[in-house]
């Protein structure tokens, strides 16, 4: 456990020694932002109106039309944002000589693995605290959900968890940090809209598309405050299976060495 959190803390320095972490936050930070000043901005327009009109426009609460869509395109900003924090993690060792001397090092395969993984979901974190400014800003002004709020963040949390270990295992076949980028990037995509075929597909095939969509119910669920046991056992499977890929690639290079 002493390996794991050293390569964390290594790979963490390095990331906040160099822009990409500030640069990775401000972009997430400002494009939420963006996304919350609008929605804030039209559900307050809609209130009013909604006081004038009250006939003729529908009851509509503060976390249905602002904190589930805010989260809702928050998670779309991180098909762009991962392939980012992810594609350095072990093609950049590759590139700079040093993966040979880290894969004979006494070091575990599973702690290079877990340690990389690891700092890559503390910069996440990190990100998701820097957002709690939102529903902090929508509970003093206002009311909101307190529990759907938070299930939208362990939702968040979750679905970040399963795209940066997609973006571990491409960093980890290629040392090519662009291409590994550009592969995280589709795949995320990729099983992100393949839950979108599913209504137009055979009913059994129906079930599959949408059960590994990472973006379909599981996450829909979680905004909408529905702690389901079956979608956090999918993120937390999909996750370590990813991960377990990486440390079989990994594995099988060190056999080579």
């Known amino acids: 456990m002493k390996n794991i959190w050293r390569i964390a803390e290594r790979e ?3 990331y906040f020694v160099s822009p990409i972490a500030y640069v990775v936050m401000a972009i997430f930070l400002v494009i939420s932002g963006y996304f919350f000043h609008k929605l804030v901005t039209w ?15 529908p009851q509509f609460n503060v976390h249905d039309f602002v904190t589930r869509r805010l989260f809702g395109q928050m998670s779309i900003i991180l098909l762009l944002i991962v392939p980012v924090i992810t594609m350095r993690l072990l093609a950049e060792e590759k590139k700079l000589g040093t993966y040979e001397l880290l894969l004979t090092s006494p070091l575990r395969i599973y702690e290079i693995v877990v340690g990389k993984y690891l700092s890559s979901l503390i ?16 509970q003093y002004f206002g009311t909101t959900d307190v529990g759907p709020t938070l299930t939208s963040y362990l939702g968040l949390f979750l679905i970040g968890a399963a795209f940066l270990s997609v973006g571990l295992f491409w960093s980890a076949v290629t040392e090519n940090q662009i291409i590994a980028a550009a592969l995280t990037f589709g795949t995320l995509l990729l099983l992100w809209v393949v839950g979108w075929t599913s ?6 095939l129906r079930v599959v598309l949408s059960y ?14 529905v702690i389901d046991t079956r ?3 999918y993120y937390l499977s999909f996750t370590f299976f990813m991960i377990f890929l990486t440390f079989r690639v990994l594995e099988s290079e060190r056999w080579r060495e």
């Open 12 to 14: 963490l320095r390095a």
């Open 43 to 57: 559900y307050s327009f809609l209130s009013v109106q909604y006081m004038r009109y009250q006939a003729f426009i």
């Open 123 to 138: 910069l996440y974190a990190v990100m998701l605290v820097l957002t709690l400014g939102f529903p902090f800003f929508l």
């Open 199 to 204: 209504p137009t597909a055979e009913p059994g």
């Open 212 to 225: 590994i969509s990472l973006g379909e119910e599981h996450f829909d669920n979680l905004l909408k405050g």
């Open 231 to 233: 979608d956090i056992i």
